[in-house]
């Protein structure tokens, strides 16, 4: 396994969870994945771990405890985590909680697909595009 990149996944619906790492599987990604029920989990998580090396968060908008929003705010302010690229993946395509959300740092905003083929295509194209093209120092 490849630790050099980490995949965060922050999201409480089981069902995606296991979407995002079947589609993972099935890419064969080397890349070490990650998942948190809460944002608040991740948090605890960056005071004793290392986080140098996420190459993406994947964000779901309605979270426990913490939502989306009040997650990100929570990550920009995290110096550990305050560069990290942050991808909200979201079922709302509302374009008042799109527009709040760039404007709280979001490096971006993708609809959660309701379709099974096209779920996992939008995954792995999240992927390919922030933990294998994007670079970010």
């Known amino acids: 396994m490849n630790l050099d990149k980490k995949i965060i996944l922050v999201e409480d619906n089981m069902g995606d969870v296991q979407l995002v790492r079947f589609v993972l599987e099935k890419m064969d990604t080397p890349y070490q994945f990650i998942q948190f029920d809460s ?3 991740l ?3 960056s005071k004793d771990n290392s986080l140098e090396d996420i190459a993406v968060i994947l964000l ?4 426990p405890k913490l939502n989306g929003k009040e997650m990100l705010t929570e990550i920009r302010k995290n110096p550990i985590l305050r560069y990290v690229p942050v991808v909200l993946f979201s079922s709302s395509s509302a374009p008042s909680d799109i527009r709040e959300c760039y404007e709280m740092g979001v490096n971006g905003f993708v609809t959660k697909p309701l379709d099974y083929v096209a779920f996992c295509k939008t995954i792995e194209d999240i992927i390919h595009f922030w ?3 994007n670079i970010w120092v």
């Not at 779901?60 to 979270?63: C, E, I």
Request: charged residues 30%; aromatic residues 16%; negative net charge.
């Open 39 to 41: 944002g608040m989990d």
């Open 43 to 45: 948090l605890e998580y």
């Open 60 to 63: 779901d908008y309605n979270l």
């Open 131 to 133: 933990v294998e093209q």
